[in-house]
């Protein structure tokens, strides 16, 4: 092996240089078989420091490059970028952590610096064995598909439609809308939520630009950025879309009512030809067979005999469409914490338990009450309210995260008691109130000054067991309040559990069918938590709202408009360059053992049954290692992570450390 | 009548159970052609031959040797010095002087451990004066000397240079019939310095022809404990068929009959450690957790994964049973303490 190794030492200012002899580096570097020059410089990241590589490559002939600097994270690709304008393939280049790896992890100077020789041995020896690598070009379908049709969703499809791009939208409920469609007034400036959805639902209804596939999911996902297949089960509604007016004649007619635990949250009924609510999109009703009468017991057909169009049809079957798309958005929400997990709040015990989400049907116009607040005799006006904050979040025994719109929801929850009966008590049992966001402290302000009685303190528990005379018949929330350091028992007439958010219930299955990962709250994951929020490790799949994690209405729109802008950018290209840092299999090597074929996370693994081998689809891969590791055969190969770079990485790395007697002297 | 000079054939047994030999003499009547075309100079199993004479000829007589058993005694080195200076070629024959097979696991212990249990603690032994091997011992006629026991078991190459590898415990005769018949016709043999001959490119389950699907395994089975399905690879049905991590070149004679492979010979090209990258392969098609891990802790995991592994019986035994020597591992730190008790498991 003779190349030619130019290794750069960055001080990055006192961060590096403070703890390590950068001087001493370099100049131990310079020494080192192969390497050709060694400096040290104060930021390599700056255009000088480029330059310097740049210089080098060109009036050397170096034909490797090592820097020694910060995280590969943090300025791989700039580096990479030097090389490659000097007209050194980028992948030539290896980086050198010195600086989170080792300056930052110790005040020891000796043996700072004695690491970061080691480390950048590892680099030399490592860089010597690169073979130059070139990107992958993919070509981007311009088309793209959305899963989800909550605000999130619909943002997202209406900013790539209004771009020019089609977009298939793929919802599973009869209607797009999300939970927004279920609340009454939103926070902190109370607009009624309805007024600001319906217009953009509508728009998604009428979007020459969007396919709008309700009541139906994906089943299966084939291909990679670029050129996805999703195949979509369309479920039967038993009404034909065709002639459907969506005039509502068969609801009125249907004889047969359930309660609605989806739209309505189990505080209203629906018939069991139902649209979910009035401005619902599509406005075409759907049959709940589970209910109907007639798929269980073989008569009735009203709604047959009544629709004025034909458009009824008991027959009707499951689709199965398959969409290609060179993007997909997954938007797929949340689910509600399930209040009956914490007895002892007596939730579906105790009638006058209401969850948040019941609260917001009850209060909203349009809701079972006609936005009456009442207790579950559906009469009775309540004097006192108590609102428990944070019900399964903050709690290591449920969600231990923060579920972020909880208290402020319960504040609006406050104001909105104090606008209906002005004469009813309101008490928030709450462990911090975080009101971090634009005129959301300004909002918690005007709920005080309102008379909310905020009580600091987690709810212990809510019983109707009667101590003194004036709790008779009510429901007591017996908490600590933490401020003065007192028990108290405070009885209402009503109380409501603002339950958290958390990740659907399906969400593993949702991210095995896209080749995603989930956190430990079954969460997606992300790509990068700050820097990139909305993508995934799986290219051109990306994440927005509240299936990423918990996060109110503007920022599930503002991730949804950042994840078009993303997509709409690679559709502009046209094509997007891969990193080439992929598996492949060497077919006279594989057995056929199959092993490795159901390891990897991104489905890029195919089994060819005819010649018995397996085979990486080079642009699914996405580097993760899993199966390289896996494979007996040693038949696949990671690029730019052969195992003889990493041995002679760690061979570099031990630099110092006394050879290894394979076979130990004999003591005879 | 002086007929053309015959190539010289030597064949060793160092430290080996014997089976190498046998499978040689298992080639059949071939075994007249191979006497036909070499003249013998050295085969301790058929003809009666002594140091004095193998030290007498000159330095690469002998056209070829084929050299079975590991390295364990002064003497089993001695010979490999010799016969290495004596031989043209020098195959590495079988297991144990490829990969140190059987004997090899002895690394796993000392010296000490395997005296103790060999000769006191042995229930067919009968030994009340606890005698043990010594190297040298005073007689009235003199000093006697028998090899000294080492405390390590090698490989032939890790001793001497050795031309070719012929792996297998032991090598199958038709593969020794192979490359003897290559030899004796004068066929063209891969480049010396270590290559395989006599086996296969690719995994025993490339001619394995059971039915292979993904693999998701919940628990191992020992072979007495479940009767396998005649058709399904074995390794799916949690028999612990080392076939994906070993070389071809048997015809999957174990798997065919529904014995898991165990695998003697050896890793495939390009692989260091056969027993890890058994290891390694295994754990990635352990099926724990029941698929959905969200909401699954990690020790919850660790359990759910200790419970399938703990199905694993005799590990060391099991996936370095022929490649010990040869192994990253190659033996338990000699002062460790795992050494007293004979290390693994
Ligand atoms: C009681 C309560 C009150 C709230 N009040 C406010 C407020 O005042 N202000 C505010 O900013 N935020 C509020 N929030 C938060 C708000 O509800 C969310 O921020 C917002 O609805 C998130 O939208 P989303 O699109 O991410 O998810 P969702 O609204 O959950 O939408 C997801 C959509 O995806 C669909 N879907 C799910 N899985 C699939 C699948 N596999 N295939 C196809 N489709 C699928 C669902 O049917 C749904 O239509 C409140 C939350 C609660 C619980
Ligand atoms: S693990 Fe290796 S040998 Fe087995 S099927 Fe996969 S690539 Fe082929
Ligand atoms: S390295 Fe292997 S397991 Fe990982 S993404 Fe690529 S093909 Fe899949
Ligand atoms: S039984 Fe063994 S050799 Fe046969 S396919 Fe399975 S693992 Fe491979």
New interface residues.
Partial sequence: MDEKVGVYVCHCGTNIAGTVDVEEVATWSGEQPNVAVARDYKFMCSSLGQELVEQDIKELGLTRVVVAACSPHMHEKTFRGACERAGLNPYLFEMANIREFDSWVTDDREAATHKAKSLIKGAIERVVHHQPLEPLPVEINPNTLVVGGGIAGISAALELADGGFHVYLVEREPSIGGHMAQLDKTFPTLDCSACILTPRMFDVGQHPNITLLSYSEVEKVDGYVGDFTATVRKKARYVNEELCTGCGICVEKCPQSVVDDVFEAGLGQRKVVYTPFPQAVPNYPVIDRENCIYFQRGKCKACEIFCPTEAIDFEQQDELIEIEVGCIILATGYDPFDARRIARYGYGQMANVFTSLEFERMVNAAGPTEGRIVLRDGETQPESIAIIHCVGSRDQNYNEYCSKVCCMYSLKFAHLVHERLPNAEVYNFYIDIRSAGKRYEEFYQRVLAEGANLIRGRAAEVTDVARLPDEEGKLIVQAEDTLIGQQRRIPVDMVVLSIGIQ?RHD??EVAQIFGLG?????FFIERHPKLDPVFTMTEGISIVGTCQGPMDIPDSVAQGAAAAARVMSMITQGTVMMEPVRASINA????????????CPYNAIV?HEDD?VSEVITALCQGCG?CV??????AITGAHFT?EQLISQVVGVLWDVRQPE???A??? | MTAKEKPKLAMYWASSCGGCDISVLNIGDKILDVDQAFDIALWPCVADFKIKDVKGYPDGYIDLCLFNGAIRTSENEEMAHLLRQKSKVLVAFGSCASEGCIPALSNLTTKEATFKSSYLDNPSTDNPEGVLPQPVTKVPEGELHIPVFYNTVKTLDQVVPVDYVMPGCPPEPPQIWAVLEAIITGAELPAPGGAIIGAGTVAVCEECSREKHEKEIERFYRPHEIVPDPDVCLLEQGIMCMGIATRAGCGALCPEVGMRCAGCYGPLDGIVDQGANMVSAIASVVKAGSGALAGIDEEELAREIGKVMDTIEDPSGTFYRFSMAHSLLTRVRSNGDGAQDGGGR
């Fill in positions: 990740a969400a593993t989930c956190d430990f709250d079954g006279d090597q594989c057995s056929g053992c199959r092993i490795c074929n159901n390891l089994f018995e899993s590791a896996a494979c007996p055969s040693g195992d394979l076979v130990p004999e003591e005879g």
